[in-house]
């Protein structure tokens, strides 16, 4: 029971981040419709926003806080928010731990590799709409 709390704790701050996604999406809707200008504010400002209140809140910070509760934050609120704020973060430490090759191949790989999967995602999906299509026409 002692872990159901902060567990709980996470999941409804994912739920404010998606809500808080959500909106400021519909909020931009005019703006992006050239170029997905909703979806970079929101991963933009996740990124701050992560690595802002992580800055301030580990050990030895001006406002340091314990792990669950920057869990919760960084988790849960950035999580549902965006998860390319844990990226950027991610990222960041590389580089700030020495590690660029690494900062650059995770940069590399993660669009490369997402690019590719949500291609493939997009062509699984519509393969299957073409075969249910097809049925639906079969059955007429």
Do not use: E, K
């Not at 704790?9 to 703006?31: Q, V």
């Not at 020495?98 to 519509?126: D, E, H, K, W």
């Amino acid at each position: 029971m002692t872990n159901f709390l902060p567990t709980l704790w996470i999941a409804l701050a994912g739920a404010a981040g998606t809500l808080l996604r959500y909106w400021i999406g519909l909020a931009t809707l005019r703006w992006s419709q050239s170029l997905p200008w909703g979806t970079i504010l929101i991963n933009a400002t996740g990124s701050f926003a992560i690595a802002f209140f992580g800055s301030l809140t580990v050990a030895g910070a001006r406002f340091p806080l314990s792990d669950t509760q920057r869990v919760v934050f960084m988790v849960g609120l950035c999580g549902g928010y965006t998860t390319f704020s844990s990226f950027s973060l991610q990222t960041l430490d590389l580089l700030r731990n020495g590690a660029p090759v690494r900062a650059f191949l995770n940069i590399g790989l993660s669009v490369v590799l997402c690019m590719a999967t949500v291609s493939a995602g997009y062509l699984a999906a519509q393969a299957v709409n073409h075969a249910h299509a097809r049925r639906l026409h079969q059955a007429s």
